[in-house]
Each structure stands twice: as C-alpha cells, then as structure tokens.
C-alpha cells in the first residue's frame, strides 16, 4: 500500500492551506463573535472548486475524488472548522442527495449552481423529537394533485435561513415507518417554506444552523427527490458519506488545535526553559499527534472504499467515531498547555474547545456510530 499523497494532491493541500490561512484566518474570531456566515467568501470557495468538490465537471463540479475532498475539508478545519463545516454540508448533504438520487432534470437544475456556488445548499433531517429515531418524525408530504404539500418543521438544519436550496425529508406514509419517508428539494422563496429560530450556539458559528418551518408549503410533484418511500433509506446512504467529511474536519480541527499547542509550548517559558522541555508537555505532544495519524488513515481509508464504489458503512463510522473523540482529546489538551491563557479569546485554544464538541454530536453521534460500527460487526453477511 501507498500512503503518499500524488504530487497534484500534495498542491492541493498547499493551495486551500493558503487560502484559509490567508483569506479565513484574520477573520475567523470576528465571524465567530458575530454569528457571521461569511457569505463573501462564497465566491472565492466557488472558484476553488470547493462548493462542488467532488461532483463530476459535467454538472459544474470540480470532478474531485474523495480523498481530495478530505484534504479540502482538512485544511479549512485547521483553520476555521464553523467554514469547513459549511462547506462540508453543502457538499457532503445537499449536493450529494441530489447527485446520488436526483433525476437529471434535477441535477441540471439545481446541482449545478451549487456546484458553480451560485447556490447555497441546506439539508432537513433532524426534528425536536426525531434525531436518529426516524420513526418520530412529524413534517408531513402529502400529494394533492400534481403538488405535494408539506407542514411541520425541521430543526438543527445548517444554512436553514441563508441556503438556497433545501432537501428536506417528510413523512408520505405513516403506517410503512421509516419506509413511508420520502426526500424533497424546495427553493427558498417557495410559498409556506420559512426560517425559524436561529440557534445561538456554543461553537461552530460561522456555519449558520436555524429551524425550517414548513405551513401548507405547496411545491410540484417532480421536485420529489428519489423514489417514495425511501427518503430515509437515502438519507442514510448519504450520510455514509458524509460522515467521511465530518472524520476530515475533526482530523483538521485536531491538527489545528495540536499546532497551536505546539507553537505556545515552544513560547511559554516555566522554571527558566520552555514549558515544551517538560516531559509531561512532550508527552501530551506526541501522543495528540500519534492519534491524529490514526485518524487521518481511518479517514483516508473510508475516503478509498469510496473511490472504488465500496460499501463503506462501518469505515466511514469508525473513522467519524475516532477522529471526533480524538479530536475533543486534542483540543483539551490544547486549553491544558496554554493554561490561564487557553481560557480566553486571545488564543486559539478556547475556540478549538468550543467548536471540537459538535464533531461527536453532528452527522450521529458517537453512541449512534458505536451502534451502527455494532450492528455492522455483528449482522453483516
């Protein structure tokens, strides 16, 4: 097995690490203090390539593979992981739905202004009371004529007030359970289709997250996405895969906190030599930097099963369930070694403490992933 990066891999890094560094990094505490989604910086990603990472050129994508789009995700989480979490739903959740199960008048239609950036992409799952528990879903479609009509709401859904366009699921048959839920795209603007509540939230908040709310939101049949019946079923095979983008940004995150740590420790002066001579700082060092490895290869290797058209279920979990713990383990540690100083906004420490826990709860979370690692292990042919 080859573990190296190609030469074109290698200048990809190298060219979003600039730009993050460059383009996101002087801002990144403003937006965050602010709630900011930095919709500026929309067109610069698009030209990057990075709003279509890995959709084909043929519907205005930059035709990438999986493992690129990990490298992309990577380096805007070392950066800003609130922007690399945008860029990793509307890529890895709305993007990718309509790829996977779109008809090609839908993907002419809508996948390719989200590929170009035109578009931003929203994704409704999660309600109050339905998380993983698809049985308890209470948004509602249901066919009237050549429409269909949809009521209740959504919550938890990232770009729910700014995004363009939404895949949302609802219920079409309450008696088949999580067979009777079917996926629909709605544009913003469409009559019944609102914003609610936009979340104040702990981390992450450059990436907008707010309600959607749906009132006799009345939308044509053909923007029913996928086959009745197996929205959710669909749902779930996208979220295999984006559980690869959530694995990458807890890599990059920990790879941004553990620098940080990295940087202090060399600063930091105790006892007449810098705290980074101490080999209880050495230790937390290097055992960061051994995890974060492993979690990069997890990911990578999810990323390759992918490549080659692999199931991939268990990979992309154990990889998402392990870079997002180790991910919180580096950024405690990060706060640890600044100390006094990782308690405050004048070092990155705290900010990488705050965003790092949404990596165990978003996607599933990590009691979600051990069950389907479980079910995977125990039950599978």
Sequence with gaps: MDFRLTEEQELLRRSVREFAETEIGPHVMEWDQAQHFPSELVPQLASLGLLGIQIPETYGGAGMSAIDYCICIEELARVDPGVALSVAAHNGLCSAHIFLFGTEEQKRRYLVPLARGEKIGAWGLTESTSG???????????????CWVLNGSKTFTTHGKVGDVLVAMAVTNRAESSKGISAFIIDKGTAGLAAGKKEDKLGMRASETSEVLFENCSIPAGQRLGEEGQGFVNAMQVLDSGRIGIAALS?????????AALRYSKQRNAFGKAISKFQAI???????????????????????????????????????????????KAADDCVQIHGGYGFVKDYPAEKYFRDVKLTTIGEGTSEIQRLVIARQLLFRP
């Excluded at 990911?299 to 997002?324: F, I, N, P, V």
């Design 132 to 146: 993983s528990d698809a049985a308890s879903m209470r948004t509602t479609a249901t066919r009237s004529g050549e």
């Design 282 to 328: 050495q230790w937390k060092l290097a055992d960061n930097a051994t995890r974060i490895e492993a979690a990069r290869l997890l990911t990578y290797r999810a990323a390759y099963l992918k490549d080659r058209g692999r199931h991939l279920t268990l990979e992309s979990s154990m990889a998402k369930l392990y870079a997002s713990e180790i991910a919180v």
């Design 251 to 259: 890599v990059g995150l920990a790879q941004g906190a553990w620098e």
